[in-house]
């Protein structure tokens, strides 16, 4: 096989309260990547289609993974990246992190696949600490593993694949302003409360086990944030409104995806999706801000070829 074409999925992070742990995959929007052996060595960006990116694969998130990844394996070849932007950067679902597993992905299928998903992560890592200043895989993780994804440690990297209910549902809202993720670090407190910090782990205790058994009732009980939320959310006009404009209509819980702008809430089945959607719409299209609307069952799945 000498070329690979591959859907390279967004993602959400943090899952309300598992900050730069928790993730989850979505199936209905993502990036797609061409991904070419060449007999003329190393990592070469040849397209990019969507928004203006650099070229040069060391200043590109999908090129500094491929790199570190290449510079590892010596493969008797190069690779030519083609990439199709889907994802807007900055918008809080993992544009940066499907660059970055995209190429590792792809180049790994056309290698023979000498590397597991763990590995594929390791190096997808260092892409993504282009963006965002540092290594962390929470949105990494699901895209590659599929489904939903707790990170246990970074050093060593240690992936848990977590169950998804079946009939679990995602609902966004990208508020088309741009929200750096360093920027969204950069306002945290160094410090919290000890309540808070009890509280946070009650929760993402919680909501593991509610997707290990099903339980939408736990999940609901779950999905709060005390510790991230209260900074970040003041960075996106109207959320509050957004979040209790959702509850209202039924979504087990609503919280800021990534680090924002966009807003992600769960429900328990596509009609409870849909209604939460419209409830998301209702509030936007009463402002300036313009603004896409996604419904998406979680992708168990993750990164493929198409």
């Not at 797609?32 to 969507?50: D, F, H, N, P, S």
């Not at 246990?152 to 750096?180: F, G, M, R, W």
């Amino acid at each position: 096989m000498k070329e690979i074409k591959i859907f390279s999925p967004a993602t959400v992070a943090n899952v309300a309260c598992g900050f730069d742990v928790l993730g989850f995959c979505l199936d209905t929007i993502g990036d797609e990547m061409v991904i070419r052996k060449t007999e003329k060595k190393g990592i070469t960006i040849t397209k990019i289609e969507g928004y203006d990116l650099p070229f040069e694969a060391e200043n590109n998130v999908a090129g500094v993974s491929a790199l570190a990844m290449y510079n590892d394996l010596q493969p008797d070849c190069g690779f030519e990246i083609e990439i199709y932007k889907h994802i807007k950067p900055g918008s809080g679902i993992g544009s940066s992190s499907a660059s970055a597993v995209g190429s590792v992905f792809g180049i790994n299928e056309l290698l023979g696949k000498p590397l597991d998903k763990t590995k594929l992560t390791f190096y997808a890592m260092k892409g993504e600490a282009l963006a965002s200043k540092c290594e962390h895989a929470d949105n990494l993780a699901p895209a590659i593993f599929g489904g939903f994804t707790l990170v246990k440690s970074v050093n060593p990297l240690l992936v848990l694949e977590l169950p998804t209910p079946l009939d679990l549902y995602a609902t966004l809202i990208h508020p088309q302003i741009e929200v750096k993720t360093s920027e969204a670090r950069a306002i945290l407190p160094k410090e919290i409360p000890l309540s808070n910090a009890i509280t946070q782990w009650a929760n993402v205790g919680s909501l593991v086990h509610a997707l290990h058994t099903s339980d939408y009732d736990l999940i609901k009980e779950s999905l709060h944030d005390v510790v991230i939320e209260p900074y970040r959310k003041q960075l996106i006009p109207h959320f509050d409104e957004v979040k209790n404009s959702v509850l209202e209509v039924g979504a087990l819980g609503c919280a800021i995806s990534g680090s924002g702008p966009s807003i992600f809430a769960l429900s328990k089945g596509e009609t409870t999706a849909k209604a939460v959607q419209s409830a998301m719409q209702n509030v936007y299209s009463k402002t300036d801000i313009k603004f896409e609307t996604y419904v998406s069952k979680i992708n168990v799945q993750g990164i493929r070829v198409i």
